[in-house]
């Protein structure tokens, strides 16, 4: 737990607390607004922000970074009717204060609440909903050309981070970008030093320069005359162009950009209101692309995070607890550049005992098979931390690759590696793998190559929403050939399976969830069958067959069932490529019920291949071709919004009183009673 000694004005939404943010409605408030009155809005605004995170979780550094950039394009820009976009989202939190969603902002990424990416439903200040990294530029030129082509005059404006400007997807845009010469304004906000800065007078002079009319007008005009001097023009210009170039190249990082025919202007402090806002109205002026770089501190004004700019990043944060505002004079100082805000030696992070988590539990056994195997090669697509790889980058620092925000490089580059002998492991979230269909298909399975995929997130991920939920990547996986997908019931079993699919020699994806283990003790690992699931429990009357940690709740739910007098049986599946047919069938023969259990869509999922093999057994055998079944999923035909995992769980009927009662009511609409009296339960 870190103690927070940065005070914020008052509770979240209190106007008494608050000299100047209850009163901005919609960025037009802005405009009035005196240097100092917005130097005071930004404090407000940070917070906020500190405020809810704290209660709520949410992206706290990337967005207490991005205040005086969010108050700088609002004064700038007249949003709605300008486009202001924000790529992945999570750096957006100042925006949603700034339009109008200051008395909401405390139900943050609950049920119900406000989103904590851009969400189109929440307001027109927001174009489009994201949430993955590197949308952004594609999307922002698709709306220039879309302007353009109706002869339109609205300006468009995206931000776009430094980690998601080298994924594939920004750099087929920017290529694209340049070819087209639209106004466009991007502003690459760099808070991680990825792209080494230029600082210095000349950098400065130099973005004045090229930012002037003068400029402009004397460069077209100076190439024109010497392109018309007889001859030698067109070498002249050449030269020319070469020197203006290299000294162009000299002062600055920025020549891809200018490479590619954006204008390239920076390095901008993001933190001085006045150079920002200076910068971006000089650079709405051109009707070129251009692109404005901008160095911001992740977690400003927040010290822990500051310090911590790992921790503080994603949305499960460090547990914040929120102290007396006794400090408060030195850290609003600091924030004016007049003193040096630090932690307290007092401050320390006292974690309450959990279960270790699925990540935490696997990275662990990935650091015992790599200290055996030599072979063994980690990738990940810009998550290190979250996906638990920074132990084995600690451990084996030479067999640990971050290919950054790419994940179709990352699987394809793993199936290069096995091809070559080594055998790779790449941990990727559910929702990013999505974007790796393609190298999943023509890489490593139609090459069938043994890269182990690390799904992480697997199921509902909860408060990050429709772009977070890993539920669409069981239907994908299990339709391409030579790939193996499984899923453990338990940390142990996951154990078990990392080691299986180091043991085959097939394409293997291995689902597991964000979610704590059941703490169990630590057992042996066992290289498993691949496609063999289990008989947890026998029963006569109703089937209950489950894949992943869901088979817990199965379980339970076997218990109330038993309790009302059903004979109930529970099978750990374990495998849903390839299934096991055979006692999935065995085990339904003669059942009143067959229900499949998973936390993932349901259209083409697990549910989906039992119901294809109980069709196919059914063919001869009648006793299991009677027999009725039950896909208990997450429906398909919607996305699921954001929440606490076991609200949304609650409310999809996948907990266990959940799980109870979808099976009651199908045993009810087929009119079936159990055969034993209610006093007599049993339990194999």
């Known amino acids: ?197 230029t600082v210095g007078a000349l950098s400065t002079y130099l973005s004045r320069i090229k930012l002037s009319g003068t400029w402009r007008t004397t460069k077209g005009a100076y190439d024109h005359l010497v392109e018309r001097v007889p001859l030698a023009g067109r070498t002249l210009l050449d030269l020319s162009r ?99 805000a630090t932690p307290s030696q007092e401050q320390a992070a006292v974690a309450r005992r959990k279960p270790p988590t699925y990540t935490q539990v696997l990275a662990q056994e990935l650091v015992a098979i790599a200290a055996e195997d030599p072979r063994v090669v980690a990738i990940t697509a810009g998550m290190p931390t979250g996906t638990g790889l920074s132990r084995i980058q600690e451990a084996c620092p030479d067999r640990f690759i971050d290919v950054g925000i790419c994940e179709p490089h990352a699987v394809t580059l793993a199936t290069g590696l096995a091809l070559g002998g080594m055998r790779p492991f790449v941990a990727v979230y559910s929702t990013f793998l999505q974007r790796a269909l393609d190298a999943q298909v023509h890489d490593a399975c139609q090459n069938d190559q043994p890269v182990v995929i690390g799904v992480d997130r697997a199921g509902l991920v909860g408060e990050d929403g429709t772009s977070h939920q890993g539920i669409f990547t069981i239907p994908a996986q299990r339709q391409i050939p030579n790939m193996v997908v499984a899923s453990p019931k338990d940390e142990q079993e996951l154990r078990s399976l990392l080691r299986t699919a180091f043991a ?30 289990e008989l947890l429990r026998a029963g006569t009357e109703i089937l209950l067959v489950g894949f992943g940690p869901i088979v817990g709740r199965a379980l339970a739910a076997a218990e109330r069932l038993a309790a009302e007098g059903w004979s109930v049986g529970v099978v750990n599946g374990r495998f849903a490529q390839p299934l096991d047919r055979d006692l999935i069938a065995a085990e339904a023969r003669g059942k009143r019920l067959v229900v499949t259990l998973e936390e993932s869509v349901a259209a083409g999922g697990f549910g989906g291949a039992v119901l294809e093999a109980l069709a196919a057994a059914g063919l001869d055998d009648a006793t299991v071709r009677e027999v009725p079944a039950l896909v208990i999923g997450i429906p398909a035909g919607r996305f699921v919004d954001h929440g606490a995992v076991a609200d949304l769980r609650r409310a999809l009927r996948l907990d266990t009183d959940g799980i109870v009662e979808q099976v009651r009511e199908a045993l009810e609409r087929l009119g079936a009673r159990p055969a034993l009296p209610l006093q007599a339960t049993r339990t194999a």
């Open 1 to 197: 737990m870190v103690t927070v000694r940065y005070d914020g004005p008052g509770p979240v939404g209190d106007p008494t607390k608050m000299a100047i943010l209850p009163d901005i409605h919609g960025p037009e408030d802005l405009r009035s607004l005196s240097h100092a009155e917005l130097t005071r809005l930004c404090r407000e605004i940070r917070a906020v922000i500190i405020e809810t995170v704290a209660q709520t979780g949410g992206h706290l550094g990337s967005s207490l970074g991005a205040v005086e950039l969010a108050v700088a394009l609002h004064r700038t820009l007249e949003s709605p009717r300008d486009r202001v976009l924000w790529d992945t989202g999570h750096q957006a939190y100042a925006h949603k204060l700034l339009t109008g969603r200051l008395e909401r902002f405390g139900t943050l990424r609950q049920v119900g609440g406000i989103g904590g990416f851009p969400r189109r439903s929440e307001s027109p200040h927001d174009v489009f909903d994201g949430g993955h990294a590197g949308t952004g530029l594609s999307i922002a030129q698709g709306l220039a050309n879309a302007r353009d082509l109706q002869g339109l005059e609205h300006r468009v404006a995206v931000v776009v981070g430094d980690a998601a400007l080298i994924s594939g997807l920004s750099l087929e845009a920017l290529n694209d970008i340049g070819h087209r010469p639209s106004q466009l304004l991007i502003v690459l906000n760099d808070n991680e030093m990825s792209i080494s800065p």
């Open 242 to 340: 070469r020197l203006r170039r290299s000294v162009v190249t000299f002062a600055q990082p920025g020549q891809l950009f200018e490479d590619l025919g954006i204008t390239y202007i920076g390095v901008i402090d993001g933190h001085d209101l006045h150079a920002l806002e200076s910068t971006l109205r000089a650079a709405l002026v051109l009707r070129t692309p251009v692109l404005v770089h901008v160095r911001t501190q992740k977690g400003r004004g927040y010290p822990p995070a500051e310090i911590d700019r790992i921790s503080f990043h994603g949305a499960a944060l460090p547990e914040m607890k929120l102290a007396p505002a006794h400090e408060r004079a030195l850290a609003e100082r600091a924030l004016d550049g007049e003193g040096e």
């Open 504 to 533: 085959q020699e097939h394409p293997f994806a291995l689902h597991y969830p964000r979610d704590p283990g059941f703490d169990l003790p630590p057992a042996q690992p066992r290289v498993l069958p691949v496609g063999r699931g």
